[in-house]
């Protein structure tokens, strides 16, 4: 029997960006899904395991550092990366709440970012 592929999951209310990040991903060895809202994301980590979740910060309904701090809650286990076009915006505590493994810059670098993933995945 063949070893499963980590589950990354993907949240971003945008749907191009979810394109893009698929596109960039597509050739890692990870099975991708993807959420257009926190709850949405929620609900899937409730349904299944998850290895990584990357998250846009700014979305309707709840912001990612809000998503991945409930997270880090709910699934300790499941690694948490911030994806922001403003890191600076975000208070330590809530970074610290968060226990964020990451935070990446929008646009993203592909190779940091493919580099965070397998990171995430091997820890």
Do not use: F
Not at 77 to 90: C, H, N, Q, S
């Amino acid at each position: 029997m063949a070893a499963e592929r980590p589950v990354v999951l993907l949240v971003d209310d945008e749907d191009h960006i979810l394109a893009a990040l698929r596109r960039v991903l597509r050739r890692e060895p990870y099975e991708l899904i993807t959420a257009s809202n926190p709850a949405e994301a929620l609900a899937t980590l409730a349904a299944r395991p998850v290895r990584v979740v990357v998250s846009d910060q700014k979305m309707p309904g709840a912001s990612g550092i809000e998503l991945l701090r409930d997270i880090a809650a709910r699934y300790p286990a499941t690694k948490r990366v911030l994806l922001t076009g403003w890191p600076e915006e975000i208070a330590e505590p809530e970074k610290n709440a968060a226990r964020l493994d990451a935070i990446l810059q929008k646009p993203w670098d592909e190779a940091q970012l493919k580099q965070t993933i397998r990171r995430c995945v091997a820890g």
